[in-house]
Each structure stands twice: as C-alpha cells, then as structure tokens.
Nanobody, 128 residues
Framework: QVQLVESGGGLVQAGGSLRLSCAAS????????TAWFRQAPGKEREFVAA????????YYADSVKGRFTISRDNSKNTVYLQMNSLKPEDTAVYYC?????????????????????WGQGTQVTVSS
C-alpha cells in the first residue's frame, strides 16, 4: 500500500476556489491510477475525478466536470485537485486513493473497491 496525505481543504464562499494536494510517502504512486472521492455527512462516498499514472487520461463525475481539474506531478509524488466555482453541494470530506493495480487508465468512473490506499481526508466546506 501507499501512504497518502491530503491537504488544502478549508472554508470558502460559493464561487470560490481551492486546490487540494495528495502526497505519497513510503511507497510511491508508481504506475498507479489515482482518484479523488468525497463523502458528505449521511451520504456514501462518491467518485469525483481520476487520473492515470502517465496523466494521459482523466475522468470526472458529471457533477464536477468543467469546474474541477485533476493533475499530478510524479516527480513530487503528488496529485492535485483544482476546484473552481465551488458550490455548497461540494461540501464534503475529500479523500485521495491509489489503485490496487498498476497502469489502469482513467476511462470511466471507478469503484471504491478498486483502490487499496486511502488518505485520511481533508474537509472542504462551501458556504452560500
């Protein structure tokens, strides 16, 4: 497994922006697709965005398409989620996750069970 640490969450007004970071330590992301999920109180964890190891493919949930951008810097073992035009419904704990298998593309919305390494989460709160 990969140890993951998220950062960058906080409180922001609707329409604002935040950039989340997910840093890998110990074993690196090497070869692994990485994704962001989120979980709001009383709701199931849901997929937000995914990126392949090479950054050749990305995939977004419809609810964030056009507003969020996932990227990665493998030299820094870090994955990012740039969130613009935030809405109150984006309020949740955001988690990054690393794929249990290597070299899978980000071609469709992945399932939670496809990932075996998770961070502790970072809270994002969007006020109206």
């Amino acid at each position: 497994q990969v140890q993951l640490v998220e950062s960058g969450g906080g409180l922001v007004q609707a329409g604002g922006s935040l950039r989340l970071s997910c840093a890998a330590s110990g074993r690196t992301f090497s070869g692994r697709r990485t994704a962001w999920f989120r979980q709001a109180p009383g709701k199931e964890r849901e997929f937000v965005a995914a990126i392949s190891w090479s950054s050749a493919s990305t995939y977004y949930a419809d609810s964030v398409k056009g507003r969020f951008t996932i990227s990665r810097d493998n030299s820094k073992n870090t994955v990012y989620l740039q969130m613009n035009s935030l809405k109150p419904e984006d309020t949740a704990v955001y988690y990054c996750a690393a794929d249990r298998l290597k070299f899978r593309p980000a071609a469709a919305a992945p399932l939670v069970g496809e990932f075996d390494s998770w961070g502790q989460g970072t809270q994002v709160t969007v006020s109206s």
